[in-house]
T-cell receptor, first 115, second 109 residues
Framework: GAVVSQHPSRVICKSGTSVKIECRSL??????MFWYRQFPKKSLMLMAT?????????EQGVEKDKFLINHASLTLSTLTVTSAHPEDSSFYIC???????????FGPGTRLTVT | GQNIDQPTEMTATEGAIVQINCTYQ??????LFWYQQHAGEAPTFLSY??LDGLEEKGRFSSFLSRSKGYSYLLLKELQMKDSASYLC??????????WGAGTKLIIKP
């Protein structure tokens, strides 16, 4: 149990376009979902925490107007990278949890390349 | 500030035992996680410790000492598929995960 999916797994887009990444908890209801970014050979960097039905809480230094997060239901959260630039190229990983205090289950990640 | 320290890289031999250490300094503490991450993939959960002592789960064991701010992950009977990065993460008083940079474990035949 506790399976989290992410779609797409890989995406290549042109600079200036927007990309949406979906994160779904397949077999449980996730009150809280987290979005991470990971650079090569670096640890996970938390971008934002989202609770179903409320606005996401962004970490310091993360532009909320650039990285739009929507957590419309207990099984789906989306991250939209708006006006993407090459420096946004990264590995984006979501995780889902029953509550904000419980174990996180990670999605498989999305490799974004902006050309 | 909050900080997690773990070695950058370790090498071990197939069939042997390896111990990956992690020290943490956090504002409050609500437990420590170990995750395994293969290259290009997302992390997968290995263990969670909140009380002092050793938790054994098959070939993997995790130890915690809260007074020392110290944990280790012990991997026995190493297999080639164990080659991966191992991430240590501590849960602070706000239940936010503070991540270490990960230890890359290289297994040699």
């Amino acid at each position: 149990g506790a399976v989290v999916s992410q779609h797409p797994s890989r995406v290549i887009c042109k600079s200036g376009t927007s990309v949406k990444i979906e994160c779904r908890s397949l077999d449980f209801q996730a009150t809280t979902m987290f979005w991470y970014r990971q650079f090569p050979k670096k640890s996970l960097m938390l971008m934002a925490t989202s609770n179903e039905g409320s606005k996401a809480t962004y970490e310091q230094g993360v532009e909320k107007d650039k990285f739009l997060i929507n957590h419309a239901s207990l099984t789906l959260s989306t991250l939209t990278v708006t006006s993407a630039h090459p420096e946004d190229s990264s590995f984006y990983i979501c995780s889902a949890a029953f509550t904000d205090r419980s174990e996180q289950y990670f999605g498989p990640g999305t490799r974004l390349t902006v050309t | 500030g909050q900080n997690i320290d773990q070695p950058t890289e370790m090498t071990a031999t197939e069939g042997a035992i390896v111990q990956i250490n992690c020290t943490y300094q956090t504002s409050g503490f609500n437990g420590l996680f170990w995750y395994q991450q293969h290259a290009g993939e997302a992390p997968t959960f290995l263990s969670y410790n909140v009380l002092d002592g050793l938790e054994e789960k098959g070939r993997f064991s995790s130890f915690l000492s809260r007074s020392k701010g110290y944990s280790y992950l012990l991997l026995k009977e190493l297999q080639m598929k164990d080659s991966a990065s191992y991430l240590c993460a501590a849960l602070d008083s706000n239940y936010q995960l503070i991540w270490g940079a990960g230890t890359k474990l290289i297994i040699k035949p």
